[in-house]
Each structure stands twice: as structure tokens, then as C-alpha cells.
Nanobody, 118 residues
Framework: QVQLVESGGGLVQAGGSLRLSCAAS????????MGWHRQAPGKQRELVAS???????NYADSVKDRFTISRDNAKNTVYLQMNSLKPEDSAVYYC????????????WGQGTQVTVSS
């Protein structure tokens, strides 16, 4: 069982920055991939960024060049650095983990709210 706890959300003005953290209850080195998803009201949940155990990183087009995902295996923590935030980035951000690259995202955090004011 993997427990994930997000932190770092909040209210920020457009153009500002936030860093989200996701602390895992297990050694993340053994987790195939971790990702950040977000869901805005009335919209489907979308994958924003992911990082595999091998270090492969992917971003949604909407956040490329603005967001950076990273991991600290020693702290069992994954981060999402968000720069140049836009109002449309406002959403609940969820950390997720999968134990196999071909599996679904099986483990989810409780989510953290990010609100970007214009």
C-alpha cells in the first residue's frame, strides 16, 4: 500500500510560482512512475506531468516550459515546480503513483488546491 500526501497548494497571482510536494509512505525508487494530475471544476482530471523510475519525464502541452517535475529518492518525495502560473492552472492537484508502467494510476493523494488569480 502506498500513501501519498500532497502539500504546497495555495492562492497566487497570475505570473507567480508555487511548488507542490508529494511525500510517499514507501521508497519511491521502487515505484514505476509518479505523476501530478489536476482537476478543475466541471472538467476531467488530466495528467500534468509524470516521472518514471528511470527518470523519463513527460508534460502536458499546456504546462511545458512552465512546470518542472522532479523527485528526491532520499526523501521519498516528488515535486512540481510551477512557474508563470495562469488562471487556467487553477485546479485541485493530485499526486499519483503506479507500480507498473503499463498499469493504471493506482494510488492517489488527497489533493491540494491551487488557485491563480488574474
Amino acid at each position: 500500500q502506498v500513501q501519498l500526501v500532497e502539500s504546497g497548494g495555495g492562492l497566487v497571482q497570475a505570473g507567480g510560482s508555487l511548488r507542490l510536494s508529494c511525500a510517499a509512505s514507501v521508497t519511491i525508487f521502487n515505484i514505476a512512475a509518479m505523476g501530478w494530475h489536476r482537476q478543475a471544476p466541471g472538467k476531467q482530471r488530466e495528467l500534468v506531468a509524470s516521472i518514471t523510475r528511470g527518470g523519463t519525464i513527460n508534460y502536458a502541452d499546456s504546462v511545458k516550459d512552465r512546470f518542472t517535475i522532479s523527485r528526491d529518492n532520499a526523501k521519498n518525495t516528488v515535486y512540481l515546480q510551477m512557474n508563470s502560473l495562469k488562471p487556467e492552472d487553477s485546479a485541485v492537484y493530485y499526486c499519483a503513483a503506479k507500480v507498473s508502467l503499463t498499469a493504471a494510476w493506482a494510488y492517489w493523494g488527497q489533493g491540494t488546491q491551487v488557485t491563480v488569480s488574474s
